[in-house]
């Protein structure tokens, strides 16, 4: 796999002669929906199969599979426009495998009411789904807001495994403090509340709870921790699995980053996997700053291994992009677009994407063009660049793999970094 920076007056045409691919490939391996709007600065992937397959007359998905001894769901993988449509080519050229370097385990988070061509593409990459539709209210008890069945049968049937979300936080990013506190500290509603989640688990087919731990502080930290050892003990003696999703509590200070120093050496035993977010939702209030930062991520790693297996900790990569309006105030209107929208407006507005080569994260500015209101804006994303380092970074430490917050917009360079560098581990019979 190579990841190539589009230069002034590259053409999609010109950047796949340079490197011997297709310009459908290339626009495929993308999901470039306008292959000829290319923007100085973009990421690109070209990737180069090391096993393909010329559909002939009378071939099935199946029959494929089955003469190169690889699963339909690696076909699925290698090949993603297969999931919009029941039918193959002959002469159609199908991607067998790639020279992978390693496997690893993926996770991503969904809301039910995700798009089911949307999941449906995405799932072949997952081992784990994590669902979030449990929101934590009063007294321990549980309130969900859509039917999962539908989600969680697709998910089996993709051979991801679901597991059940459980967080006090919204969707939309409000935190029910009052719900926590009170579950913290009242024994009867913890009692509930883990009854209340094996009770879900006992009648769904999840195979787990991932346990959102909200505003985790070094005031409070020992009353977390006792709730996820209750938990961890019912949930893990009836052969469920148990995960939990925390906010390190990263703050900003100019150009410097810090965390909560919180000791994690209880969670240890506890879990099955940890995973570290900096963001659970679209709504944000701050600063303009990176989506996320590798150099951050490395020291936040390199401060919890010790205490935390490696093996267990999931590294997180968000599929998430802001435009904030400038100067930035408290009353700034901050935006969360989808990555392919980023881009987009980039090449609307005529921008140069530039780079941070510390962050490892893309960015770009311009001026809108409203008479009465032109305001200068920054806009901060993730790219292919940023993607497979947080991979690679991943890999060096030999953590567990990655968790994609979140999968609600399918973003292909995610997965064409993905899979042609790793072999994505499935428990699940595919």
């Known amino acids: 796999m190579v990841i190539y920076v589009v230069q002034r007056g590259d053409t999609i045409g010109s950047i796949a002669d340079k490197f011997g691919v297709t310009v459908f490939r290339l626009a495929q391996d993308n999901g470039l929906a306008n292959p000829n709007e290319l923007v100085e600065g973009q990421a ?28 339909l769901m690696q076909l699925y993988r290698n090949n993603p426009f ?8 002959p002469g159609e050229e199908l991607v067998i495998s790639y020279n992978t370097i390693g496997k690893t385990v993926v996770a991503g ?32 008890n549980l309130l969900s807001s859509y039917d999962d069945t539908d989600i969680i049968n697709q998910a089996l049937s993709y051979a991801a495994i679901p597991i059940m979300g459980v967080t006090a936080v919204s969707p939309s990013g409000e935190m029910d403090v009052e ?12 009692e509930r509340f ?38 961890s003990n019912r949930i893990r003696s009836e052969g469920y699995l148990l995960f939990t999703t925390v906010n390190p509590g990263f703050a900003f200070s100019n150009s410097d980053v810090s965390f909560r120093r919180i000791d994690y050496s209880d969670v240890r035993n506890m879990v099955d996997g940890v995973i570290f977010i900096r963001e659970l939702r679209a709504g944000f209030q701050g600063p303009p700053r990176p989506i996320t930062s590798v150099s951050i991520s490395d020291e936040l790693f390199d401060y919890l291994i010790p205490t935390i297996p490696s093996e267990s900790i999931y590294i997180e990569i968000p599929l998430l992009s ?26 609307d507005v005529g921008a140069v994407i530039r780079f941070d080569e510390n962050s490892m994260t893309p960015f770009f500015m311009y001026r809108n063009t409203y008479p009465l209101n032109q305001k200068d804006h920054i806009v901060w994303f993730i790219d292919a660049r940023t993607i497979n380092t947080m991979l690679h970074l991943a890999a060096g430490k030999c953590m567990a793999g990655a968790s994609i917050w979140n999968i609600m917009i399918y973003f292909q360079q995610m997965w064409s970094v993905l899979v042609s560098q790793y072999d994505v581990i499935k428990y699940l019979p595919e």
């Open 179 to 190: 719900a926590v506190f009170n579950l913290l500290i009242n024994q009867s509603y913890q």
């Open 109 to 140: 988070y969904a809301y039910p009411f995700i798009n089911s061509g949307t999941l449906a593409k995405t799932l072949p990459y997952l081992t784990y789904l994590f669902i979030m539709n449990y929101k934590i209210i009063d007294e321990g």
């Open 82 to 89: 297969l999931s919009d449509r029941d039918y193959i080519m």
């Open 322 to 347: 802001y435009d904030w309006e400038l100067p930035y105030s408290s009353d700034t209107s901050i935006r969360c677009m989808a990555l392919s929208s980023a881009v987009s407006l980039a090449y």
């Open 194 to 231: 883990i009854d209340n989640i094996i009770n879900r688990l006992r009648t769904s087919g999840y195979y787990g709870v991932n346990f959102f731990v909200s505003a985790l502080s070094e005031s409070n930290q020992t009353l977390y921790f006792e709730l996820l050892r209750k938990l």
């Open 44 to 71: 690109l992937v070209i990737t180069y199969p090391y096993k393909t397959h010329l559909v002939e007359e009378g071939d099935t998905l199946s029959g494929i599979a089955q003469r190169y001894n690889i699963s």
